[in-house]
């Protein structure tokens, strides 16, 4: 059993890697290129990465400023500019699994 369970620890690492660096790579620098810049505090304040419970791995990105909601869905007086939402149809499976077998860019 103890076999099984090294090999699963290092898919689950490997797939943790490749997401991260699709992350890192592809979705994060969409998300700088996208998004709007006045002060450059929003620009500054996105993040990408990945988090790990058990056998689930979650990617994500996002924007820590407050008001970051309001200009990725816009309000009743200021038209939405997406920079999240787009930026993570970057994200690409295929390059992942291309990454966890070492093809990765």
Request: hydrophobic fraction near 45%; aromatic fraction near 8%.
């Amino acid at each position: 059993m103890a076999l099984f369970s090294d090999c699963f620890d290092q898919v689950m690492d490997s797939l943790e890697e490749a997401m991260e660096a699709e992350l890192q790579e592809e979705v994060l620098p969409e998300a700088q290129a996208l998004v709007p810049v006045r002060t450059g505090k929003l620009k500054a304040s996105i993040a990408a990465g990945t988090e790990r419970d058990g056998i689930v791995i979650t990617g994500y990105v996002e924007a820590g400023v407050k008001y970051a909601p309001y200009v990725e869905f816009g309000t009743k007086d200021r038209a939405a500019k997406p920079f999240l939402r787009p930026a993570v149809e970057k994200f690409d499976l295929a390059r992942v699994a291309d990454r966890m077998k070492g093809g990765g860019e």
